[in-house]
């Protein structure tokens, strides 16, 4: 049987284990209080990333198991990820220190890396292939966990990180079937299936959010498949197409702590400024936020099959277009911020 049509096959079978764990979440719940940081205004059951995280799960024991697609380099790392997922459901019950996360995903980043999972040379437009080195590794840190805070950060509205998840990991899902890179492929058919497991009950109303299990999950994997796609092609320029995929999030975040940070606050410390938070805030409906954010990430997706078919020097350029976009999108919050007379 082709890789594709086995993780095809299994994909429903894991969206019901997600959705099933999901419901008993939302029937015992961890109840999310609403407060001055949150845009909920009623206590909320939140957890629901268990979800997607035993359905990847049941769909890693399946593939080490029963097929022939599971890589033995890459244990490491679904343990890793397991164990980043019950970290942060322990601080979804118990809400640890940021220091205490941080450490969390850097050991986390730290395992993926020893696998074999780094960053070793990069195309870039003028100057070519260039060898990294030592400096590939500090770049790998810093991408996992960056990327896991990032989507972390940005679960804060109904449905947003949740269909971006799904998007981005179908998109990847394709390319890396077309690459015949079979265990990235089903790795990032599993996060689809439990996303999409998980998203009719996080959609506007939500019924239950992901929290942080849900979150930094997501974020982890897609940044160890951003490593794992770097090796596509021998430039390792193939390592953007996750970045580009979770552009919108990443773009979001990166701007909310410069802006933090240039403002002398607290990065570290809860708020509500995110650029999707102003413009809910500002009376942009729930559904239309995320609605948006849904379709940065096809925007991207599309660029990310352009992005295929340009040559290792050019293929950097391909950010130009989604970063257009996030500067309108910017440029529409704060306006309708100073319209208003909204402050960060």
């Known amino acids: 049987m082709p890789p594709y049509l086995l993780t095809l096959l299994m994909a429903a079978p894991l969206a019901l284990v ?3 764990a999901v419901r ?48 033995t380099r890459f244990t490491a790392v679904v343990l890793a990820a397991v164990a980043i997922a019950g970290i942060a459901l322990a601080d979804d019950l118990k809400d640890f220190s940021f220091l205490v996360k941080l450490g969390a995903q850097a050991a986390a980043a730290a395992v993926a890396m020893a696998t074999g999972l780094a960053l070793r040379t990069l195309a870039l437009p003028v100057l ?19 990327c ?12 947003l990180v949740t269909g971006v998840v799904v ?8 390319i890396a079937a077309l690459n015949e890179s079979w265990f990235a492929h089903a790795a990032a058919m599993f996060l689809l299936a439990g996303f999409a497991g998980f998203l009719p009950f996080n959609w506007h109303p939500a019924r239950i959010f992901m929290g942080d299990v849900g979150s930094q999950f997501a974020g982890f994997m897609l940044a160890v498949l951003g490593v794992a796609a770097a090796g596509f092609e021998a430039s390792q320029v193939s390592f953007l197409i996750v970045p580009l995929l979770l552009f919108g999030l990443l773009f979001d975040a990166s701007f909310t702590l410069a802006r933090r940070a240039l ?55 391909v950010v130009l277009p989604a970063l257009a976009v996030q500067l309108v999108w910017a440029g529409y919050v704060i306006r309708r911020m100073r319209r208003l007379g909204e402050a960060w």
Not at 128 to 146: D, H, M, Q, S, Y
Not at 148 to 159: I, P
Not at 264 to 281: D, I, K
């Open 128 to 146: 070519g292939e260039v060898e990294l080195g030592i400096l590939g590794l500090a770049i790998t840190l810093f991408w996992i966990v960056g």
């Open 167 to 174: 998007i981005a990991s179908a998109t990847l899902a394709v």
């Open 263 to 317: 403002a002398g606050e607290r990065v570290s410390a809860p708020h509500r400024s995110h650029l999707y938070q102003m413009a809910q805030r500002t009376g942009v409906p729930v559904r239309a936020v995320a609605g948006a954010h849904w379709g940065f990430a096809l925007f991207h997706a599309a660029l990310a099959f352009v992005f295929l078919g340009l040559d290792p020097a050019d293929k950097p350029l």
């Open 24 to 71: 008993a979440m939302i029937a015992w719940p961890i109840l999310d209080h609403p407060d001055a940081r949150k845009s909920h205004t009623r206590p909320t059951p939140k957890g629901g990333g268990v979800g997607p995280v035993l359905a990847f799960i049941v769909g890693m024991l399946v593939l080490y198991h029963f097929t022939s697609l599971a890589e």
């Open 148 to 159: 896991t805070n990032a989507v972390n950060f940005m679960d804060g509205l109904d449905g």
């Open 18 to 20: 997600s959705a099933a």
